[in-house]
C-alpha cells in the first residue's frame, strides 16, 4: 500500500466513487461517541433514551409472545408499507397531537431517519435548495449533504425559527432562481437547541410555506416527551397537503429496534414505498411484531410519562448545576425533550476546546455539528436524557473548569487553537448516534 506523503491516493477506487459521495463524512457527534462511553467520562454528548428505564419484563414478554405466535412470520420478509396492526398504533399514537390519518397513509421506515433519506432522495437534485431552521439536526445535515443540497439555516429564537427570516430567504433564493424542494422542522424541543416553536409561528410558517409552494418536512421525535405541558399541535393536524411528518419510537421507546414511520400525501407516499422496497425491500417484521404486541399489552402511555419524569428531573439538575458553575453562560431552557443550548463567551472556540475538555474527563457535542455552513464555534449542545442527576452535576462542574481556564487563556493570550488534534484523541466510533 502507498504511504499518504506519496502522492498516491490510500483509496484504489477513489477516482471512481459519484460525485455524492464526497458528501459522506463521519459526524462530530459519531466521532465522539468511543471517547464518551469511557466510564470516567461523563458524556453530556449523546442524545441516548435512557432505555434502562423500560419495563423489562413486558418487553421480554413481549419478545415471547411474538415469537409463540407469530415466529415464522415474524422472521420473514413484510411488506414494504410495514405492518397494518402496528400502522393502526401509530394512528392512535400521533391522535395525541391531533393529526388525523389512515392506516393506509402510513409508511413504516427502519428509523426515521431512513423516512428523511427517503424524502431527500425523492427531491433533491443537486444544488437544489433545503430550508432548515439554524441550527439543525446534524443527522439531517449528514443526508442533506450526501445529496448535494444546498442548506439555508433560517434564524432563530427562543420561540423557534423567525418567520420574517424564512421569508427573507425564500424571497432572496427564489430571485436568484435557485429551487427549494422542502423546509425542514423540528418543531418541538428541537435538536440541538431545545427550543419549541410557537403555535402562532407554526401558523405564520404554514401559510409561508403554501404562499411560495414550499414542501414543509415536520420532524417529530421529541413531540410526547414534555415535562409540564405539551408542545401546540403538529404542523401535520393542520395541513395535510402540504407537510410530511416524520415520527419515531426510537425516543419514547427504544432505538435499538430502529424502527420510525412517514405519514405523507398519498403521491409521495405511494413514491416513498417504492424507495424504501427499492432500498431495503421492507422494514423488520420482527421489531414491528415486537413493538405491536408491547402497544397492545402493556400501559405505553404511562412508559412515556415515566421517561417525562426522568428526563425532567435530569434537566433540572443540568440547569441547577449551570447556574451554581456557569452563572453567567447563556443557554435554552428546554420544556422537554434531552437538548439544552449553550453559547460560550466571546472569543471560545467549543470545537477547539473539545480536546481539552476530553482531558477533564467530560464531552459535549460542539455547535458545529449543527450546521452546514461551519457556524456555531460559540455554541455548545448539552445532553441530559442519558447520565443520572449526579453525573450530570459532576460533568457541568468539569465543563465550567474547561470554560474557565479557557477564558483565562483568552484574556492573556487572545483566542487561540488547540494543541492536541481532535483525531487524536477520538477513536473509530459505532455507525449511529444522534
Same mark, same amino acid.
Given at each position: ?129 433545503? /430550508?432548515?431552521?439554524? @441550527? ?5 445535515? %449528514? $443526508?442533506?449533504? =450526501?445529496?448535494?443540497? !444546498? &442548506? +439555508? ?29 422542502? /423546509?425542514?422542522?423540528? @418543531? ?5 437547541? %431545545? $427550543?419549541?416553536? =410557537?403555535?402562532?409561528? !407554526? &401558523? +405564520? ?29 403538529? /404542523? ?13 419510537? =426510537? ?184
Amino acid at each position: 500500500m502507498m504511504s499518504a506523503g506519496s502522492g498516491i491516493s490510500l483509496d484504489p477506487w477513489f477516482d471512481n466513487y459519484a460525485a455524492r459521495a464526497a458528501g459522506l463524512s463521519a459526524s462530530e457527534v459519531r466521532a465522539l461517541f468511543a471517547v464518551a462511553s469511557r466510564p470516567e467520562v461523563v458524556s453530556l454528548a449523546g442524545g441516548m433514551p435512557y432505555v434502562a428505564a423500560l419495563p423489562f419484563d413486558k418487553v421480554r414478554s413481549s419478545v415471547d409472545t411474538v415469537l409463540a405466535e407469530n415466529g415464522p412470520a415474524a422472521l420473514q420478509y413484510g411488506s414494504g408499507q410495514g405492518l397494518p396492526t402496528l400502522r393502526e398504533h401509530i394512528r392512535t399514537i400521533m391522535a395525541e397531537e391531533g393529526i388525523r390519518a389512515g392506516v393506509d397513509d402510513i409508511v413504516v421506515t427502519t428509523g426515521s431517519q431512513q423516512g428523511l433519506d427517503l424524502v431527500t432522495k425523492l427531491f433533491i437534485d443537486p444544488g437544489d435548495a433545503i /430550508l432548515a431552521e439554524s @441550527p439543525s439536526y446534524v443527522g439531517a445535515m %449528514g $443526508v442533506f449533504r =450526501s445529496y448535494q443540497a !444546498r &442548506v +439555508e439555516h433560517i434564524d432563530m429564537d427562543e420561540h423557534g425559527m423567525i418567520p420574517a427570516a424564512l421569508t427573507e430567504r425564500i424571497e432572496e433564493l427564489q430571485a436568484a432562481g435557485v429551487p427549494i424542494k422542502f /423546509l425542514y422542522l423540528i @418543531p418541538n424541543f428541537q435538536n440541538p437547541a %431545545g $427550543v419549541t416553536l =410557537s403555535a402562532s409561528r !407554526r &401558523v +405564520e410558517i404554514l401559510d409561508i410555506a403554501q404562499a411560495h409552494g414550499i414542501l414543509v418536512v415536520e420532524d417529530n421525535p421529541y413531540g410526547l416527551l414534555w415535562f409540564d405541558s405539551p408542545p401546540p399541535q403538529a /404542523l401535520r393536524s393542520v395541513d395535510e397537503a402540504g407537510v410530511i411528518y416524520l415520527g419515531s419510537f =426510537s425516543k419514547t421507546f427504544a432505538p435499538g429496534l430502529r424502527v420510525g414511520w412517514v405519514v405523507a400525501p398519498h403521491g409521495i407516499r405511494e413514491k416513498l414505498v417504492l424507495a424504501s422496497e427499492a432500498a431495503i425491500l421492507s422494514p423488520s417484521s420482527f421489531a414491528q411484531m415486537i413493538l405491536a404486541e408491547y402497544f397492545s399489552s402493556h400501559d405505553w402511555k404511562g412508559q412515556i410519562d415515566t421517561f417525562r419524569g426522568i428526563y425532567r428531573e435530569r434537566r433540572d439538575a443540568m440547569s441547577a448545576a449551570l447556574a451554581t458553575y456557569l452563572p453567567d453562560v447563556t443557554h435554552t431552557s428546554p420544556a422537554g425533550g434531552f437538548y439544552l443550548w449553550l453559547t460560550l463567551p466571546e472569543g471560545l472556540d467549543s470545537k477547539e476546546m473539545l480536546p481539552r475538555a476530553i482531558t477533564e474527563l467530560v464531552a459535549y457535542t460542539p455547535g458545529t455539528a449543527f450546521f452546514a455552513n461551519g457556524e456555531g464555534q460559540r455554541n455548545i449542545r448539552l445532553a441530559f436524557c442519558y447520565p443520572d442527576a449526579d453525573f450530570i452535576t459532576e460533568g457541568i462542574r468539569r465543563l465550567s473548569r474547561v470554560i474557565t481556564a479557557e477564558r483565562e487563556l483568552v484574556d492573556t493570550f487572545g483566542p487561540a487553537t488547540s494543541e492536541i488534534p481532535l483525531a487524536a484523541n477520538l477513536e473509530s466510533p459505532p455507525p449511529e448516534v444522534v
